[in-house]
């Protein structure tokens, strides 16, 4: 069962934050030639833990799109996988992931697993490093154990600005799709 909590790791310190909202759906937006898989979690406001935040209370925020040809929901199975291996598309502009703690981050090493389906409920494991010699924060590992419910239509990501000159194609560096074994 999903323990329904955001979990920050910086080093040998970590902390929790509890979910108050995990949505999932697909955004199919006519100017893209691709439906995107959208996840999106908002958490409750805890104080920080981590000595460089001051004890600033926060409240992360996480954004992750899976663009994939093909993508359909029949590929939502208990067992599969998408590996999203960075925050963006340095060709097309495209914006993949987006964490917001003091300021926007993009995620690296992006993974998310389905534990579970039942009905519009999905039960899912994300993890994501912030990373980059450019972030706000020190390399912070993201892990996400969630019961996420259906939001159709799914609102863009918050860096949806990014996209609105695109010309209809694939970003070329999208996720990666693995199926569910078989037992």
């Known amino acids: 069962m999903p323990t329904n909590t955001l979990k920050m790791i910086r080093g040998e310190v970590a902390r929790g934050y509890p979910i108050k909202r995990a949505t999932w759906g697909f955004s199919n937006p006519a100017p893209y030639s691709v439906p995107v898989f959208s996840m999106t979690i ?8 981590f000595p460089e935040d001051g004890d600033w209370p926060h409240a992360p925020k996480w954004s992750l799109d899976v663009w994939i040809r093909d993508l359909s929901e029949r590929m939502l199975l208990p067992g599969s996988e998408f590996a999203v291996p960075g925050c963006y598309d340095d060709f097309t502009g495209v914006i993949f992931t987006t964490f917001f703690y ?9 993974l998310i697993r389905i534990l579970g389906r039942e009905g519009d409920l999905l039960n899912l494991s994300i993890e994501g ?3 980059h010699a450019h ?4 390399p912070t590992r993201i892990v996400v154990h969630a019961r996420f419910a259906r939001l159709s ?13 695109l010309p209809p194609h694939e970003p070329p560096y999208g996720a990666m799709y693995l199926p569910p074994t078989a037992a």
């Open 153 to 165: 239509p799914h609102p863009e990501i918050d860096a949806q600005f990014c996209r609105d000159a």
């Open 129 to 131: 490093q912030i990373s």
């Open 135 to 138: 972030a706000s924060m020190p």
């Open 102 to 110: 003091d300021e926007h981050e993009g995620t690296e090493t992006n």
């Open 42 to 49: 908002e958490t409750e406001k805890q104080q920080s833990i």
